[in-house]
């Protein structure tokens, strides 16, 4: 296991979006946003463009795409209309992901075993175009083993049940994570994680030297409401690297 790989942490501005249209207009602006997360620390952006908008526009991944200098994932379901829009404005990479209309958030991890027929043109294209293609998944070394039948590089592992559990059930979910980054890992797939991870979660996570990138953004959109995006990102750029590096030097002693 390379103990020593960057842990690289994404910034998901969606609810910068929300903000946004509950009033319409430009403003909070998201090129704004994501340049302020660069600054104090975020290695790369995240946008999830919804069937229904509900708050990433065509016209914010355009203009995301063009205009910052951090690479940008782009979250989407597998349809065609996403897979047109990803092709006609590449980004650095696209993350799969499941969707439903009535969800508030995304509810779970993509079911690649039972879609993998479905998927596997969608990931051929993309990776065609040159996009980096993640799944996003629970921590199941079947759903794992199915994205890299698929030929995608990456896999995504949904942390949410992790993150809304308490005691001994938190602990066993972040035990499935742990077993899960290294199943990744085996197998040759990039391991990231993400969904729901805060100040008092993202330590254990990020301590895991399999994972090499988080992908985070409710949390940071609603601590920047206290105290700044800039210092909400940076405090959590902290905790990442404090937690991986206790890890590192626990291996190394």
């Known amino acids: 296991m390379n103990v020593g790989r960057q842990l690289r ?3 998901n501005i969606d609810h910068v979006a929300t903000i946004r249209n509950a009033r319409g207009g430009r403003h909070p602006d998201l090129l704004r946003a994501a340049r302020l997360a660069a600054q104090a620390g975020a290695d790369g952006i995240t946008a999830h463009l919804r069937e229904d908008r509900r708050h990433i526009s065509d016209e914010d991944i355009r203009r995301l795409r063009s205009e910052i200098d951090l690479p940008l994932n782009m979250e989407m379901a597998a349809t065609d209309e996403m897979l047109q829009i990803a092709l006609r404005d590449p980004p650095h990479a696209v993350c799969m992901v499941p969707e439903k209309r009535e969800e508030r958030t995304t509810e779970g991890g993509l079911d690649v075993v039972a879609g993998f027929n479905h998927l596997r043109d969608f990931v051929e294209r993309l990776g065609g175009a040159g996009i980096r293609v ?8 079947a759903q794992i083993d199915a994205a890299k039948a698929l030929r995608a590089p990456v896999v995504e592992l949904h942390t949410g049940a ?5 005691g001994a059930a938190r602990e066993a979910e972040l ?3 742990v077993a899960a980054a290294a199943h990744a890992e085996a197998v040759d797939l990039e391991c990231h994680a993400g969904h729901g991870l805060g100040f008092d979660t993202v330590g254990p996570v990020a301590a895991i030297a399999a994972i090499v990138e988080l992908n985070i953004g409710h949390f940071l959109i609603g601590e920047a409401i206290f105290g700044g995006l800039q210092s909400a990102v940076k405090r959590m750029r902290a905790f990442m690297d404090e937690a991986r590096a206790e890890a590192l030097g626990e291996r190394r002693a």
């Open 9 to 11: 942490l994404g910034v």
């Open 162 to 166: 992790y993150c809304t559990a308490e």
């Open 134 to 141: 993640a799944m996003f998944v629970e921590p199941d070394p």
């Open 175 to 177: 035990e499935r994570i």
